[in-house]
Every structure is written in C-alpha cells, then in structure tokens.
C-alpha cells in the first residue's frame, strides 16, 4: 500500500494470494487509478497467487463499489490511507459489517484518521474521506509503513 502513495516508488510482492474472494484491495486501488499490475499468475497448493508491481501514482477519490466490500472487509484501514492519499473524496458504503465484527472498526478507524487530522464523515454504513493529496502525505506514509 505505501508504494501506492510514495512518489517515485516501484515495488513487485512476489507470490501474493490473488483468490477472487479477496481480491477486493486489488480491485479497489485498480479504480482509484493504482499503476498496479498481476504479473507471473499461477496456481500454488490449490490456490491462484501473482507476482503484483505496483509503481505510484497520484490516487483518486471513488465510491467504493458495494460488491468489493466483503472482498476488502479487512484491508479497509489500509486503503482508507489511501483514501486519504488520493484527490477528492472517497466513499464507503455498505460496510454495516465493519460496526459489528470484534469492535466497531469503522468508528476506530474514523477516530484514526482523526488523529492524522483527515478530514471525513461517517455515516450507518460507511464513511466519506476527504483525500487531502500531498497536504498529508508524509505523515501517512509512515503511518502506512509500521
């Protein structure tokens, strides 16, 4: 994810799981204008993994597509960096999951973001993050790399 928003950054993970079922991050970054890229796609045990070069780009902000939710449930804090990377705003919806899993992630998430001064809303569902572009960025990247 840091390499998504860290100008100048190319990076390949190298056998990274690619099943359907979880490729909503992937997805995601994709229409928020990520250069990212499946390359060397295989099946290992069973399961489709891929090398995944991923270069910066500036993001955008997008509505976040309801069907990617359950494929993204847990990588949510990760692309609300991103979200708060991009240009204009990003928004979530569809997400009710999120309030009722171990705690409720979406408010600990949203009171995160409010410590790194992003501006956004939340709402039942989901959340609308205001991207902020390079105002923040410097911060966030270290957030997003711990």
């Given at each position: 994810m840091a390499a998504a928003i860290t100008p100048g950054s190319d990076i390949t993970l190298e056998h990274v799981?690619?099943?359907p079922t979880r490729i909503g991050?992937?997805?995601i970054l994709t229409l928020m204008g990520a250069d990212l890229a499946l390359e060397n796609q295989r099946e290992v045990g069973g399961e489709p993994v891929a090398d995944i070069r991923i270069r910066y780009v500036p993001l955008k902000g997008i509505d976040i597509p309801v069907d990617?939710?359950?494929l993204a449930i847990d990588e949510f804090p990760?692309?609300?960096i991103a979200a708060a990377n991009a240009e204009g705003v990003t928004r979530l919806r569809g997400a009710e999951e999120l309030r009722v899993k171990e705690s409720d992630r979406l408010q600990a998430m949203a009171d995160g973001l409010a410590v790194l001064g992003v501006q956004h809303t939340t709402v039942e569902d989901g959340i609308d993050i205001v991207g902020n572009g390079d105002a923040q960025k410097s911060q966030?990247?270290?957030w997003a790399c711990r």
């Open positions: 799981g690619i099943n991050v992937i997805n990617q939710v359950p990760a692309l609300f966030l990247r270290r």
